[in-house]
């Protein structure tokens, strides 16, 4: 059990995105860095979809109430247990008294901690993630506050340590080039966009949400006047509202929506989509579907060796 | 009606499908949840979009393109659902503006967004939003250029032929005329949503 000292700037429980509910509206929301998530969990030998915290900027303490094994992964700086350092990508084994410090990491937005078992939550439309928005699901559909409790979901029965091999260490910058591929309506740019768009750089706006990134630094130009019938969006989807400003949508992303797609994040390059913030340059990678879809089976497949990945829906399903 | 269907690769792990009606969406996304390779099936206004782990993309590409074919179902009739709207002011912040643009008073514009019946076409964008078609082509207006950040549950904003009720509070980029203060949306509930396609409503002035 955790008593949270402090929330940081935005925690919540994420688990399994609620595949399936799109039709009604209901985004996946989960883990905005799915792959960090997933190497979280491995460590305490969850199943990669347990419940665990997602802590944004770091920020985050807490106080252990009972022994319990726990691990973390994502954007980190500094972890320390009750004034000590402790190793990011490493089972910890905590006892009773001891205070988990996390804090701001230097790049990269989002952590994730799992608990060996997984925390409880609650369960809406299937999955115990919080989608903030409408207040559902995780702790009371919030983010976490001063006080609040955290249980496992059982008892930790093997106190294996473990640890992310090397190969597999996500290392962060304030810089980010991601594989992307044209999509449904890329043919509404103009020339000199669509270069644009895949040859210059942008910078990450200032409203970094779960929901959506903005891509500033060049207005883009395009045939249409925000008159497009609304059409499925997903997370990696790049919109362009007529102001020109793309948005490359992520884990809380409305389920349509009637701006022009004029890109799409390829699928092995979105979990790091949830490290972006504010401020950060992003550059796009030009990538045909097939070579999109290779990069995903060359990447899940070093991921397998460690995760076990291919056999696994929910998180594995979101990259 | 059946037609031969061409799927378009949008992503790695997608294909969209265009159809020529919301109906024709519903009833294609309906047949495709039924395949075992897809993870998810999403219908938008003209359009089904389906999502896959990659590894699948040939084997559903053939599958869609040899047996594929789509009818429009008939609509199902329904009670009609009375929505009371709050119109301008606080709740319909840009509605005064509408009304300038299309040169027309409020009484006139809430005159004919209240005359007559109106059909729930889709649910998307956020939980229960319902876009609602038989907008009076008098009061047809685009997409706000910057979507606003957060707009209040139980908005209602209008765009190009449709009128849409955010069910939750959330970000939009509908203009926005009023606002309803009946329940759209309960996640307590086991049929948390109210509105669902096919369902006809008519607006009135609160």
Redesign the interface.
Known sequence: MLRVISPGLQTTLQGSPRIGTRQFGIPYSGPADAVSMALANRLVENPLNATCLEITYGGFAATIEDDCMLAIAGAIDRISVSGRAVAAHETLHLRRGDELEMSPPVHGARAYLAIRSGFEAQTEFGSTSTYLPAGFGGHQGRALQVADILRPCGKAQSDAILQTPQSLRPTFTGSFALRACASAETDLLHPQSLNALFNETFIAGRQGTRMGVSLTGHTLSLDSHGLMKSAPVFPGTIQCPSSGIPIVLLCDAQTTGGYPRIAVIARCDRHLLGQIRPGASIRLLARSIEDAAQDHANKQSLLDAWLGTSDQTGVGCLY | MRALLTP???????F?IAVETTAMAQTL?RTLRNSDLT???????????I?F???H?AEIENRLKRDLKVSSAPAEPSKIIDIAIHYGGENGPDLEQICQALSMSADAFVALHTGREHTVE????????S?ISGLPHEIKV??????R?RVAAGSVGI??DFTGLY?????G?WPLIGRTEDPL?D?ESDDP?RLKPGQRVKFKAA
């Open positions: 378009k690769r949008t992503a790695d792990d997608q969209e996304a993870e998810d099936v999403v219908a938008g206004l003209n359009s089904v979009c999502r782990h990659p590894r993309a889709m649910i998307g964008f956020t939980p229960g939003f876009y685009p997409r706000l250029d910057q979507p950040s765009s190009a069910a939750l509070a959330g970000p980029g949306f996640a949503f």
